[in-house]
């Protein structure tokens, strides 16, 4: 099992939940990235460069999905947390039915555009 893998079975199940669905999210919407292990956290690469990170927060109870460059995003913005950075932007969620779907698609088809 690669690293990456390693640390969504790792999680707790709740977590697990969470980190399996939004995995086969983004490999749906953002073909041909690379599931990577960096900086103890699953990265997602496209074209060697990284995308999107999880980030699961146990002690807080819940999953941040980072993008990089999220900075250059300018759709849905009310819905990233920014928490003092200027280069990634994060959708934070707690629980599995807190996930609006089409805002995770269009915030990852977002990204993937500036990617091209």
Do not use: C
């Amino acid at each position: 099992m690669k690293p990456a893998e390693e640390y969504i079975v790792r999680q707790l199940p709740e977590y697990q939940e969470i980190l399996f669905y939004l995995t086969g999210v983004v490999e749906q919407e953002f073909p041909n990235v690379d599931l990577l292990y960096k900086w103890k956290l699953p990265f997602f690469y496209f074209s060697g460069r990284p995308v999107i990170y999880f980030n699961v927060n146990a002690k807080k109870k819940y999953v941040d999905v980072g993008f990089f460059y999220g900075s250059k995003m300018k759709q849905n913005m009310h819905y990233f947390i920014v928490e003092n950075r200027t280069v990634v932007k994060l959708l934070r969620y707690y629980e599995m039915d807190t996930i609006p779907d089409y805002i995770l698609r269009e915030a990852i088809r977002e990204v993937k555009e500036l990617y091209k």
